[in-house]
């Protein structure tokens, strides 16, 4: 059996561990003391820091884990009796590390230079590298701009590795394990959750930030202080395609935020915000315009200017007896939206009509009103039985009176006042005078 009292210069047992590759990361004997390893990893770590030898980079994470390990008693005791089987496994959870600090020194990445040397890969199953999150941004356009396409340039400011620490933090990669959650990045808090109730959770350690280790002040990055990341701005030119619709998307892969080397960057998502346009609405690839015209140009014909989305101005043109009736809906082929995957294609415009008529008594002489009436169709003739009586109509007011019980019509207000001397209320007919 192996042991290992975490004892600076204490002797360990002469047996040799099951394992002793991360031993020779260091350069040390499987029985070396805790000091040895120490000054065994600080001289590594000065000798393939980033700083240094930038092309050393997996080299120096190596050291790291192995360091993270062998520093660490209990971790050297599983290591020691199980080997690099027994850290994958946690201890069999009883050493508080497990998952958490092989994806942190590893990542998620089966095809990482450490799957191979620790033998993790090969025929395991494939994992996805944690991400960042995405940062969205909306981007407001016109419909001009969607039609036409359009070139902008969107500034932004972001969190990026360190360029002086290359996102380690410390200037020679020294940390020590957090003592508040014990290396385990994580904490078991006990909440009240009512009168005589508590509830137990685990929430992401506040002193290392979930971790698991911590920088001495003393060999913290003079740039970002520790952090690891530092803010930097970036301008991303977007490139709004014709046809291109509310709520589309353009991403803009690990453009987003990256504060941990371990973690892959967040994409930027540009969400297009399309504004609403005073002329033309659209629905799909179509558009629709609302136009008003006289009474005299939905029977007699019209040409109405029509501004288009690109600039040319559409003369819309009808005849004469094509007559417009009210709320009529007429189309021009392929003069809509273009389709964003076939330029090509286009979608139609429909334009819908309000006809407007004229004020009354428009015509002082009401001899002109027959003249009017030649133009039309004979005015169809009623037969007047023997108890009919002629009536004429008042126009109705929708704020005043509501369809009352029995087909009648009642006051809103009830008042008597301005319908005295009627048997009842609401609007009346008024019977024409012989």
Same mark, same amino acid.
């Given at each position: ?136 941004? /909306?981007?407001? +356009?016109?419909?001009? =701009? ?6 902008? #340039? ?5 969190? !990026? @590795? ?113 504004? /609403?346009?005073? +002329?033309?609405?659209? =629905? ?6 609302? #136009? ?5 140009? !939905? @029977? ?135």
């Amino acid at each position: 059996m192996f042991f290992h009292t975490g004892m600076g210069g204490m002797g360990r047992a002469q047996d040799t561990p099951v394992d002793t590759r991360l031993y020779d990361l260091l350069k040390v004997r499987p029985d070396a003391s805790d000091d040895e390893i120490k000054k065994a990893y600080r001289k590594l770590a000065k000798e393939f820091h980033p700083d240094k030898n930038p092309n050393h980079g997996d080299q120096f994470k190596e050291i790291s884990f192995a360091y993270e390990i062998l520093s660490n008693p209990e971790r050297r005791r599983i290591y020691d009796l199980r080997g690099m089987d027994g850290i994958k496994e946690g201890g069999a959870s009883g050493g508080g590390f497990g998952g958490d600090l092989f994806s942190h020194i590893f990542g998620d990445d089966d095809e990482s230079p450490f799957s191979t040397f620790f033998g993790m890969g090969g025929g395991g199953r494939r994992r996805t590298r944690r991400k960042f999150q995405d940062t969205v941004y /909306p981007l407001n +356009v016109t419909l001009e =701009e969607v039609y036409n396409g359009k070139k902008a #340039k969107l500034r932004l400011s972001k969190k !990026a @590795l360190c360029t002086s620490c290359k996102g380690t933090g410390g200037k020679t990669g020294l940390s020590y394990e957090c003592r508040s959650c014990r290396g385990r990045g994580i904490k078991n808090v006990v909440q009240q959750i009512g009168p005589g109730m508590i509830q137990q959770m685990q929430v992401r350690c506040p002193d290392c930030r979930g971790e698991g280790s911590k920088i001495p002040d003393a060999d913290k990055c003079d740039t970002c202080k520790g952090e690891k990341s530092e803010e930097i701005k970036k301008i991303l030119e977007v490139q709004v395609e014709p046809g291109m619709q509310n709520n589309d998307k353009i991403t803009f892969p690990r453009e987003g935020d990256q504060t941990d080397p371990e973690i892959e960057p967040g994409d930027v998502v540009i969400v297009i915000q399309v504004k /609403p346009h005073d +002329v033309f609405e659209r =629905e799909g690839d179509d558009l629709i315009a609302k #136009k008003t015209i006289s009474l005299n140009e !939905a @029977l007699c014909g019209y040409e109405i200017p029509l501004k288009h989305l690109d600039g040319r101005t559409l003369i819309l043109k009808n005849k004469p007896n094509d007559i417009i009736t009210p709320d009529c809906i007429r189309g021009i082929v392929g003069e809509g939206m273009p389709h964003r995957r076939h330029r090509d294609i286009r979608g139609n415009l429909y334009i819908k009509f309000n006809v407007t008529f004229p004020d009354e008594h428009f015509l002082q002489d009401e001899s002109k009103y027959k003249i009017i009436e030649l133009a039309f169709p004979p005015v169809r003739k009623v037969a007047h039985p023997h108890d009919s009586e002629e009536v004429s109509l008042m126009e109705y007011d929708e704020k005043r009176y509501h369809g009352g019980r029995g087909g009648q019509a009642y006051d809103e207000d009830g008042s008597d006042d301005e319908m005295s001397g009627h048997g009842h209320h609401g609007p009346q007919v008024q019977c024409a005078q012989s």
